[in-house]
């Protein structure tokens, strides 16, 4: 792990269950664990998973300009989140191309907290509070553990007052096991599911505490791997490798639209001045692909990188495989040239180890309505 510069302070419980620690955005992420990955997808998806979500970026922002700084760097409307609530929102270039997403909570009238992946929203932030009265604080204590599932608000409810009555996309100041925590009502992973926000000197204990008593009604850790499984069927997407940077076009440099990548819903309507913001409108109707889904007539996944064919000819690339074992549906997230992102458009994989028909299937595959991630009570 030559480029991990950030250290999770479960990396040895995670070593004890198997994990190598591989890296991602710096830190050594436990991307597998030694048992079967399919069993903990189907843990999260018909009773609940905790995995350690820690290698996401954590930017604090307090002081009466942080706002100015999320509303020039994201494509949200800023004044309409209040403390207490969360918005999913994208970053831009000067090209009007997708760089980064985030998360951006509320957490007081003048404090803020950016969540992001391996994109360049920490330098974006930096960059624009030069000269701000705004602090900007990296916080690399400040773990994340991901509590997702069906079965997850069960378990929590136990310790946590009005844990039910938590919105999507909503958080709350509280303890777990005595310890300080937010727990955000987000995920990566289609489920009602939570995010722990605990200090690191606290993160074994909570770990360990869920770990113990969540076996009894099927809680088990799982690897980052599983959420490549769980984004297929909810369509959530991953910088870099769905984008550009990971299938570049010839002669053209990397970077993608939102309206390519379907995330132009998280421009908030009316919003103008973000960076980014004339080149995005600019560029609507001039998509060179679009990200879409692909199911497959396969007994198994597709690979990274399997060619998608139709006419005679490559239309498209997989970038992320998925299979489920509860539906036996082999699934996949596509760049697909866009006249065959239609629903039911009939195609061909062309892969490492698969060679089957496909389909052009919406996304997402699984609860298209987001009952489970939005449900109340």
Request: glycine content about 10%.
């Amino acid at each position: 792990m030559a480029l991990s510069w950030r250290f999770s302070a479960l990396a040895d419980r995670h070593r004890a269950l198997g994990s190598n620690l591989e890296d991602w955005s710096g830190m050594g992420t436990a991307w597998t664990y030694d048992k079967d990955i399919s069993a903990e997808h189907i843990a999260v998806r018909t009773k609940a998973g905790i995995m350690d979500v820690s290698g996401l970026k954590k930017v604090h922002l307090v002081g009466p300009h942080a706002i100015a700084i999320l509303e020039y760097i994201t494509t949200r409307d800023m004044t309409k989140v209040y403390p207490g609530k969360s918005v999913y929102a994208c970053m831009l270039n000067d090209r009007g191309h997708f760089t980064d997403d985030c998360i951006v909570y509320r957490t007081g009238p003048n404090a803020w907290m950016l969540v992001h992946g391996s994109g360049t929203g920490s330098e974006e932030i930096a960059k624009q509070a030069v000269g701000r009265n705004c602090a900007v604080l990296f916080d690399d204590d400040l773990h994340d553990l991901s509590l997702q599932g069906p079965l997850a608000v069960d378990y929590l409810e136990k310790y946590v007052p009005g844990i039910r009555d938590l919105k999507y996309f909503h958080h709350m100041q509280t303890t777990l096991f005595g310890a300080p925590v937010m727990i955000s009502r987000t995920g990566y992973t289609g489920e009602r599911g939570y995010e722990i926000f605990v200090r690191g000197q606290d993160a074994g204990l909570v770990w360990d505490r869920i770990v113990d008593e969540g076996k009894d009604i099927g809680i088990i850790p799982v690897c980052f791997s599983v959420l490549d499984m769980l984004r297929v069927e909810s369509y959530l997407l991953f910088y870099p490798y769905d984008n550009s940077q990971m299938y570049p076009f010839a002669d053209e440099q990397p970077g993608d639209s939102l309206w390519e990548l379907g995330l132009d819903f998280t421009v908030s309507p009316g919003k103008t001045g973000f960076r980014g913001a004339e080149e995005h409108a600019r560029l609507k109707g001039k998509e060179r692909f679009k990200i879409f889904g692909l199911l497959v007539e396969a007994d198994g996944p597709t690979d990274l990188g399997d060619e998608v064919w139709a006419d005679g000819r490559k239309v498209g690339t997989i970038t992320c495989p998925s299979y489920s074992k509860l539906t036996n549906r082999s699934m996949a997230i596509m760049r697909v040239d866009v006249p065959y992102a239609v629903q039911g458009t009939k195609l061909e994989v062309k892969g490492k180890t698969v060679n089957a028909p496909a389909i052009a299937h919406t996304i997402t595959f699984d609860d298209p309505k987001k009952t489970k991630r939005t449900a109340q009570g």
